[in-house]
Nanobody, 117 residues
Framework: QVQLVESGGGLVQAGGSLRLSCAASGSISSINSMGWYRQAPGKPRELVATVTRGGSTNYVDSVKGRFTISRDNAKSTVYLQMNSLKPEDTAVYYC???????????WGQGTQVTVSS
């Protein structure tokens, strides 16, 4: 069983910054990708950013240049540094781990990010 525990959400004014963290524990294969999705009220869940164990990253266009994803493999932790936040970034942010060996995906419980204008 894999558990993902997120932290770092909150309320911030537009233009501000937040840093999300997600620590994974349990039986995790060495070949995996970690990342963040978000879901705003009334909208489907969307990919924000992913990072492989080797450090390859992928971002949705709307956050490029503002968000940075990184990971610490020794700590099985992924981070999302969010700068220049906009009200449209308001959403519940979910950490995810995709085990590429077992073909399974795990989700965290979600953390609320609210950006006021």
């Amino acid at each position: 069983q894999v558990q993902l525990v997120e932290s770092g959400g909150g309320l911030v004014q537009a233009g501000g910054s937040l840093r999300l963290s997600c620590a994974a524990s349990g039986s995790i294969s060495s070949i995996n990708s970690m990342g963040w999705y978000r879901q705003a009220p009334g909208k489907p869940r969307e990919l924000v950013a992913t990072v492989t164990r080797g450090g390859s990253t992928n971002y949705v266009d709307s956050v490029k240049g503002r968000f940075t994803i990184s990971r610490d493999n020794a700590k099985s932790t992924v981070y999302l540094q969010m700068n220049s936040l906009k009200p449209e970034d308001t959403a519940v942010y979910y950490c995810t781990l995709r085990d590429l060996v077992r073909g399974t995906r795990y989700w965290g419980q979600g953390t609320q990010v609210t950006v006021s204008s």
